[in-house]
C-alpha cells in the first residue's frame, strides 16, 4: 500500500503519518528525513519531528538527495517527509543552479517502493497561492513539485489531503 | 464551536449568515464577547505570541472563521513562516475541540468533521 499525504504547513500531516504507519508496520519502520539542517529553523524543526517520533520506534535515514540510492536494511514501511524539500535539494545545488529533478525522483521513488511493505509520501501543495511576485525559478519549482505530485497521485493507492489535523480523502480509502 | 476555515473570499462569512448570524454578531477583536470571531488568521499574524490565551478564549464562541494560510510557496520572511505555522497548528488544536469544523470551496460548504 502506498500512500500520499498533502496539505498545508503545519496542518497536521507528520502526526497523522506517524499514526499511520503504526498502525500499517510493526516491525521495521523507516523514517526518511529529506531536509537539510541548514540553519536554526531547520535545526529546530528536525528536532521537533524527532520528539514527536520517540515512541514510535523508527530508524531514521538522512537522505537529503538520492532516493534511489537507498537501501534500506529490512522490507518494511517507511515514511519520506517531504517530497518538498527532496525536489528543492534534487533541483537546486548551492550555487543556485537549476535542473529538472522528475525522472531521477521518480526512479528513486520506484526503487524505494520495490524495498517496501508499506511507503508513505508527505508532500505539500505549494500550487495553492498565486504571486505575480515568485520568480522564474520559483514557479520553475512549483511546476516541477506539481507534477510529482501528480505523478504520485496517480501511481499510488490512497491519496488524503489534511485540513486542520483531519484526513479527507482525495482517492482511495482511509485506513484510520 | 463550529469552526469554518477555506481560502479567502471562499465564502465563508456568507455561510456564517446563512446560518442566521448577522454583521452585529460578527467580530475581529477576540476580546469582544461578540459569539462569531472572523479574521483568526489576522490576530495571529500580528502576534504569534497571542496563540495559548486564544485558544481559551476561542473555544468559548460560537463560531471562529479562519482563512487556511498554509499553501502555497513557504515564505522568504521568517515572521510569516513562523505566524503560518502558528495559525496551522491552532486551528488543528481548535479542530479537534470543536463540535463542526466546516471548509468552504468556492462557496460551497464542506463539512469535515461532525
Known amino acids: 500500500m502506498n500512500i500520499l499525504l498533502t496539505g498545508g504547513s503545519a496542518c497536521g500531516k507528520s502526526t497523522y503519518a506517524e499514526k499511520l504507519i503504526s498502525t500499517l508496520e510493526n516491525e521495521h519502520r523507516y523514517y526518511i528525513a529529506t531536509m537539510r539542517p541548514y540553519d536554526d529553523e531547520c535545526i529546530k524543526k528536525i528536532e521537533r519531528h524527532r520528539k514527536q517520533r520517540e515512541s514510535g520506534r523508527f530508524i531514521t535515514i538522512e537522505q537529503p538527495v538520492s532516493i534511489g540510492s537507498l537501501i534500506l536494511p529490512h522490507r518494511g514501511t517507511a515514511l519520506l517527509e517531504c517530497m518538498c524539500n527532496l525536489c528543492a535539494n534534487e533541483m537546486f545545488d548551492e550555487s543556485g543552479n537549476m535542473r529538472d529533478p522528475f525522472d531521477d525522483i521518480i526512479n528513486g521513488i520506484e526503487k524505494l517502493k520495490a524495498q517496501c511493505r508499506h511507503l508513505i509520501v508527505v508532500t505539500n501543495d505549494v500550487g495553492g497561492e498565486y504571486s505575480a511576485e515568485y520568480d522564474s525559478t520559483t514557479n520553475a519549482y512549483i511546476q516541477t513539485l506539481g507534477a510529482l505530485n501528480a505523478h504520485l497521485a496517480s501511481d499510488f493507492d490512497c491519496v488524503y489531503e489534511l485540513v486542520c489535523s483531519i484526513p479527507l480523502v482525495l482517492k482511495g480509502e482511509l485506513l484510520i | ?114
Open chain 2, 1 to 114: 464551536m463550529i469552526l469554518i476555515i477555506g481560502s479567502a473570499a471562499s465564502g465563508k462569512k456568507e455561510y456564517v449568515k446563512s446560518l442566521g448570524y448577522t454583521d452585529a454578531d460578527i467580530s475581529c477583536d477576540f476580546h469582544d464577547d461578540r459569539p462569531v470571531l472572523y479574521g483568526l488568521e489576522t490576530i495571529v499574524f500580528a502576534d504569534t505570541t497571542l496563540c495559548d490565551e486564544l485558544a481559551t478564549v476561542l473555544l468559548s464562541k460560537e463560531v471562529v472563521i479562519c482563512c487556511e494560510v498554509g499553501s502555497g510557496i513557504i515564505p522568504a520572511e521568517k515572521g510569516n513562516r513562523e505566524a503560518r505555522e502558528a495559525t496551522g497548528r491552532l486551528c488543528a488544536l481548535l479542530a479537534k475541540k470543536a463540535d463542526k469544523v466546516v471548509r468552504l470551496v468556492c462557496g460551497i460548504p464542506i463539512v469535515i468533521k461532525e
